[in-house]
């Protein structure tokens, strides 16, 4: 499993377009995994926080509520959550 939810230029993917399951944006990127997204790697929404996994067509889906979540992939949900908060407080000038 690689994991989709760190910023770096560097390694920004454009995916299939598909939309988030949870907040309904449509996300056409994919940044952080070091090679494009396969069936199986697991994301976090960049507008919601909500943990993704990439389908079988690549289309973005829930993560399983009966599976375990990893270490890293609630880290990284964590810290884009206390982003998303603090936007929602100060706006993106920061
Ligand atoms: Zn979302």
């Given at each position: 499993m690689t994991l989709y939810a760190r910023f770096n230029p560097q390694e920004d993917y454009a995916t299939v377009p598909s939309r988030?399951?949870?907040?309904a944006v449509e996300l056409d990127h994919a940044t952080g995994g070091r090679r494009i997204p396969e069936p199986g790697d697991a994301s976090v929404c960049a507008f919601c926080g909500a943990l993704l996994e990439y389908g079988q067509d690549l289309q973005l889906e829930p993560w399983p509520s009966d599976r375990a979540v990893p270490p890293e992939l609630r880290e990284a949900q964590l810290l884009l959550v206390q982003v998303l908060v603090m936007q929602a407080l100060f706006g993106d000038e920061q």
């Open positions: 988030c399951p949870n907040c």
